[in-house]
């Protein structure tokens, strides 16, 4: 069997002369380069079993209990980008306490010091009406009650990553029921 002149350079070259390979000739140089097809190349295909992650917040109405107006724009963008489908906003209790009359959220995220007057009441709904929620706190932490020092809590200043963390420790310590008691008989 003979190989044609393309086929002579490609074998040379140490490029095999597969039907997948297409070898272009430049003319004018004599320059032989194997360009392979495509359509013959391995591909990958996604897993249909496979998800993309959910955004931790998939659907979630939020409330936002902030007083900064600067805090609101940026929580409130950030939320949304973790798949918040509505955020409500509450600028100090009383607001954030009518809120919770009329609605009820998913989730919430609570400024801990809404322009010197502590959210607790807040929190107290909240934890009665059995409402997630996160702590942000612009200090250490160590001015938290200790009533509430096991709360899920986010310090100012925070990035996207460390509110999402935060949210789904929440959302998670709400879905995982305490240990059932079990009796041996």
Known sequence: MRLSPSQDLAQL???PAAP???LKTDSQFGHVSAVPDPLSLPMTLADPTSRPARP???GLE????EHESAAVFVVEDMLFNLGAATVWHAANVDDALALL?????GIAVVDLSLGGQPAYPVAERLQAATIPFVFVVGYSGDGIKHRWSDQVTVQKPFRPAALAAALRAALDAKR???AANVNAN
Do not use: I
Request: proline share 19%; glycine share 4%.
């Open 56 to 58: 931790p917040l998939a």
């Open 13 to 15: 070259r140490g490029v």
């Open 62 to 65: 939020v409330l936002l209990v």
């Open 101 to 105: 009359r009329d609605h009820r959220p």
């Open 20 to 22: 997948q390979n297409r």
């Open 176 to 178: 995982t029921p305490p």
